[in-house]
């Protein structure tokens, strides 16, 4: 199983963007889908998470929408506006159930960056 971001970049505060992160491999069902993000010298948070238990991170609500295709085996994350403090590298995890008889698991991609500025 395999998750790959894109969509990262370099944005002026005030923009918008929209990360996308489909899972592949051999995948038997998804829980869920969710983004984290991490600054430089913080933790890692929970940015957004898909039904059945869809979150956000308080300080994002009312500017961040997390959507998904499960045709696609995709969810996508929608920032608007960004501003300079959304700046972090952004990952994809997914609670996955690699196969019928598999364990279901965690799986994280590379990530992706999301730069605000001016």
């Known amino acids: 199983v395999q998750l790959v971001e894109s969509g990262g970049g370099l944005v002026q505060p005030g923009g918008r963007l929209r990360l996308s992160c489909i899972a592949s491999?051999?995948?038997?069902?998804?829980?869920?889908l969710a983004w984290y993000r991490q600054a430089p010298g913080r933790q890692r948070e929970l940015v957004a998470q898909?039904?059945?238990?869809?979150v956000y991170l308080e300080s994002v609500k009312g500017r961040v929408t997390i959507s998904s295709d499960n045709a696609k085996n995709a969810a996508y994350l929608e920032i608007n506006p960004l501003k300079a403090e959304d700046t972090a590298v952004y990952y994809c995890?997914?609670?996955?159930?690699?196969?019928?008889?598999?364990?279901?698991?965690?799986?994280w991609g590379l990530g992706t960056q999301v730069t605000v500025s001016s």
């Open positions: 995890n997914g609670l996955i159930k690699p196969s019928r008889y598999g364990v279901t698991n965690g799986y």
């Open positions: 491999g051999d995948i038997f069902s998804i829980t869920y």
């Open positions: 898909t039904p059945p238990n869809e």
